[in-house]
Structures are given as structure tokens and as C-alpha cells.
């Protein structure tokens, strides 16, 4: 196995380095302080605090290590109070 695949593998497992083509650089930082943000903040409030930073649940999942799932039930018992 190459260098290069291994340090993809690698990179894979980290939410922050993700390559998605042009941008990528921009996309790793603002996931970086997206993450910073919400430090030390329980799931719930960090959920909502990136998606009312306009990220989607699937984009949140990655970030945090959830599911989508995960994420769509959170949000959803935020917005009923629970």
C-alpha cells in the first residue's frame, strides 16, 4: 500500500479532513471552527448551534461522530421542548 492511500485512510476517520475537491481547504477550516464553537457544550446544544449555523443533519453527523439519524431525532426533540 502506498503512502498516499494510507494517509487517505487515515485522514478519512477525522470529520475536519474531508477532500471534497475545490474548497476543500476553506471547507476544513470552517468545519474546524464550527467544531471549536461548540466545544464543551452538550450534544443537544451542539447540534443546535450547527444547524443553526445552517449545517445539515448529515453534515452535523460527521462532525460530531452520530449518525444522520442521530442528529434528525435530536433536533426534532429540541423543536418539541423535550
Known amino acids: 500500500m502506498t503512502a498516499q ?4 485512510r487515515d485522514a478519512s476517520a477525522d470529520p475536519t479532513v474531508q477532500d471534497v475537491g475545490a474548497g476543500s481547504d476553506l471547507t476544513r477550516l470552517t468545519n474546524l471552527v464550527a467544531l ?3 466545544k464543551g457544550e452538550p450534544q443537544s446544544e451542539q447540534i443546535r448551534t ?6 445539515g443533519n448529515s453534515e452535523i453527523a460527521g462532525l460530531l461522530g452520530l449518525t444522520p439519524n442521530a442528529v434528525n431525532v435530536a433536533l426534532h426533540r ?5
Open 5 to 8: 492511500r494510507r494517509s487517505r
Open 50 to 55: 450547527l444547524a443553526a449555523a445552517g449545517y
Open 36 to 38: 471549536l464553537l461548540v
Open 78 to 82: 429540541l423543536r418539541r421542548g423535550q
